[in-house]
């Protein structure tokens, strides 16, 4: 565990607390399908380790949808249909279904907490801020700066690291026609506001791109403090590859591994160790979907392709608990499960998923790690209201603050907690009182489960809140996610 954060300032004294929610769902894949006769969408799960053991026909969904998942929920993006559908993985039903404007195209939605959450629209230049607990439009950010000469920027995939949300953008003039560069335009989800990640020029900048047209999930590599981004090229032109993003800079450091390396077109990819990756690549005679190995090192390719389909397949996931690699190929309507460092096949035959896997995500049970980075950036004299920053806990769909009188630290005599500041890492307006007050940042999993309140200097954890009429949390510290 991270040494827990103690920041004083002015007669208050800061933790950052680590937070563990528990689990509400059985581990488990989770797959959407397409039925390409009739144009049908549904779904399937079936459990991580062998003999991968499901169900298939879950629940109705649109076709050549993707998924997502967050804090206890999946989250269709519907892209032919404009909407976004909420599951239940207990049930697999559906618990709400709402629109983000009908020929909008999302391409991705990112959940920040439980009522915080983005969604791409591939057709739209404006970003949709949404309460994925309702459905309802809260803000837009508007990213028509980076379009080319049609102004829609083409925004695609996004990815999360602490108060940046990265959005790819792929400049296509009329939806077709490359029009270079490409960007990952950065945003503050504290404020909203745009960064720019190259002060010196004017305007705000994006992340400049090696490629062209970024396209499928990205990964962050978090000990690098790394992401990366696929960015296939047209077909048949080999310039594409695979781009390192350096997160504390915001530039881009080139690709890893590229189509020429490959001799194929390239779509998803997965990194499963510091020296190892798989790409899906693609051939077009016969048009056909293959998984290559390749090395982190200096991108070549190790060894030979491990399967062909005669389909298109773009998803790909790795479990890192148990090192399997699922490949969706909607030839045979399953999912063939890999050892992903022997690279071998471990499933004799396919996953049965009903119909052709479209795209599929990974569900464990896990609970949320620790709140780092806190700090107090703005403090009125007048009032005494603070603005505090925080790192959120990996996992956390809600936060507290927890307070007391100095005077009262070394008992924990807690005397109040603030419930629902959200989990975009800033809160304004704290005033605990004109005395001196310590206080902490925990996390919860926005209903009823609270996680840790860290350690002390023996490394044991810190008694919890009890008795809060308010906002009265169970706690839970299993299942950390950090």
């Known amino acids: 565990m991270r040494p827990v954060c103690i920041v004083p300032f002015a007669g208050l004294f800061l933790f950052a607390a680590a937070i563990f929610p528990a689990a509400a769902f059985d581990d488990h894949v989770f797959v959407v399908t397409t039925d390409?006769?009739?144009?049908?969408?549904?779904?399937?799960?079936?459990?991580?380790?062998?003999?991968?053991?499901?169900?298939?026909?879950?629940?109705?969904?649109g076709p050549w949808a993707i998924v997502r998942h967050f804090f206890g929920r999946h989250y269709v993006v519907n892209r032919t249909l404009g909407t976004i559908q909420v599951i239940d993985p207990n049930t697999f039903r559906t618990i709400l279904q709402f629109s983000v404007g009908a020929g909008s195209n999302p391409h991705d939605i990112l959940v920040v907490?439980?009522?915080?959450?983005?969604?791409?629209?591939?057709?739209?230049?404006?970003?949709w801020e949404v309460d994925p607990s309702t459905g309802a439009l809260k803000s837009?950010?508007?990213?028509?700066?980076?379009?080319?000469?049609?102004?829609?920027?083409?925004?695609?995939?996004?990815?999360?690291d602490g108060?940046?949300?990265?959005?790819?953008?792929?400049?296509?003039?009329?939806?077709?026609?490359?029009?270079?560069?490409?960007?990952?335009a950065v945003i503050d989800i504290r404020t909203n506001q745009l960064v720019d990640t190259d002060p010196g020029r004017?305007?705000?900048?994006?992340?400049?791109?090696?490629?062209?047209?970024?396209?499928?999930?990205?990964?962050?590599?978090?000990?690098?403090?790394?992401?990366?981004?696929?960015?296939?090229?047209?077909?048949?032109?080999?310039?594409?590859?695979?781009?390192?993003?350096?997160?504390?800079?915001?530039?881009?450091?080139?690709?890893?591994?590229?189509?020429?390396?490959?001799?194929?077109?390239?779509?998803?990819?997965?990194?499963?160790?510091?020296?190892?990756?798989?790409?899906?690549?693609?051939?077009?005679?016969?048009?056909?979907?293959?998984?290559?190995?390749?090395?982190?090192?200096?991108?070549?390719?190790?060894?030979?392709?491990?399967?062909?389909?005669?389909?298109?397949?773009?998803?790909l996931v790795h479990d890192p608990i148990t090192d399997q690699l699922f490949f969706p190929d909607p030839l045979v309507d399953g999912v063939l499960v890999f050892d992903a460092t022997t690279q071998v096949l471990l499933s004799q035959d396919p996953v049965d998923t009903g119909a052709g896997p479209s795209d599929l995500v990974l569900c464990r049970a896990t609970t949320p790690g620790e709140a780092t980075g806190l700090r107090v950036e703005l403090s009125d004299p007048a009032t005494g209201d603070l603005q505090i920053d925080y790192q959120p806990g990996c996992g956390a769909g809600d936060h507290s603050i927890v307070f007391g009188r100095l005077e009262d630290v070394g008992s924990y005599g807690y005397s109040g907690r603030l419930?629902?500041?959200?989990?975009?890492?800033?809160?304004?307006?704290?005033?605990?009182?004109?005395?001196?007050?310590?206080?902490?940042?925990?996390?919860?999993?926005?209903?009823?489960?609270?996680?840790?309140?860290?350690?002390?200097?023996?490394?044991?954890?810190?008694?919890?809140?009890?008795?809060?009429?308010?906002c009265d949390f169970i706690q839970d510290l299993s299942l950390r996610c950090d």
Not at 36 to 58: C, K, M, R, V, Y
Not at 174 to 179: D, K, M, P, T
Not at 287 to 294: D, E, R, V
Not at 435 to 462: A, K, P
Request: net charge negative.
């Open 140 to 160: 837009t950010i508007d990213l028509s700066g980076f379009a080319d000469e049609d102004g829609i920027p083409e925004m695609s995939m996004m990815a999360r």
């Open 419 to 470: 419930c629902g500041i959200g989990g975009r890492g800033r809160v304004s307006g704290f005033n605990p009182g004109p005395e001196s007050y310590f206080f902490l940042i925990t996390g919860n999993d926005g209903e009823t489960i609270e996680g840790s309140y860290g350690r002390d200097g023996e490394q044991q954890e810190r008694p919890p809140y009890a008795g809060d009429p308010h």
């Open 202 to 315: 004017d305007g705000v900048q994006g992340i400049t791109l090696t490629g062209l047209v970024p396209s499928f999930k990205m990964e962050i590599d978090e000990p690098s403090r790394r992401l990366y981004v696929n960015e296939p090229s047209e077909i048949h032109v080999p310039d594409g590859g695979v781009d390192e993003i350096d997160l504390d800079t915001l530039t881009s450091l080139g690709f890893i591994t590229t189509e020429m390396q490959n001799l194929l077109d390239i779509s998803g990819f997965v990194l499963v160790s510091p020296v190892k990756g798989y790409l899906i690549t693609h051939s077009d005679f016969p048009h056909s979907s293959h998984l290559q190995p390749f090395s982190r090192i200096d991108g070549s390719g190790l060894g030979d392709q491990l399967t062909a389909t005669f389909t298109q397949v773009d998803s």
């Open 113 to 127: 907490d439980r009522r915080t959450a983005y969604v791409s629209r591939h057709a739209s230049y404006l970003l």
């Open 36 to 61: 390409t006769a009739n144009h049908t969408g549904s779904s399937a799960a079936f459990d991580i380790e062998s003999p991968w053991a499901g169900a298939t026909d879950l629940e109705t969904i």
């Open 163 to 184: 108060h940046h949300l990265f959005v790819q953008i792929r400049r296509l003039e009329g939806g077709q026609v490359i029009v270079p560069p490409s960007y990952l």
